[in-house]
């Protein structure tokens, strides 16, 4: 049984940074591009960023460029996001995902398994 598990999230000032974590378990982890999605309330889930198998390959949301790194532990079957200069607008439940295909990684389509997401709250 395949699981993805967010940690992370919480309340946090403009400006301040958060790290997310997505544990993996059921699914040969290195075998999967990672991506993370974010859905804010009233609003479609959208892509935020992903990453391929190896690392070789990151993307992002231009909204997210710049202030988001996402990177991967295959050892630890652990997918992050580091999330710096937060906004309000970040604010949203985020979700990780994981999927064999290995190109358009910003479509949810693309992604076979999701978490449950965790809640990201940027206040003023």
């Known amino acids: 049984q395949v699981q993805l598990v967010e940690s992370g999230g919480g309340l946090v000032q403009a400006g301040g940074s958060l790290r997310l974590s997505c544990a993996a378990s059921g699914l040969t982890f290195s075998s999967h591009a990672m991506g993370w999605f974010r859905q804010a309330p009233g609003k479609e889930r959208e892509f935020v960023s992903a990453i391929s198998r190896s690392s070789d390959y990151t993307y992002y949301a231009d909204s997210v460029k710049g202030r988001f790194t996402i990177s991967r532990d295959n050892a630890k079957n652990t997918l992050y996001l580091q999330m710096n200069s937060l906004k309000l607008e970040d604010t949203a439940v985020y979700y990780c995902?994981?999927?064999?295909?290995?190109?358009?990684?910003?479509?949810?389509?693309?992604?076979?398994?999701w978490g449950q997401g965790t809640q990201v709250t940027v206040s003023s």
């Open positions: 995902a994981a999927g064999i295909y290995t190109s358009s990684l910003y479509s949810e389509k693309r992604y076979d398994y």
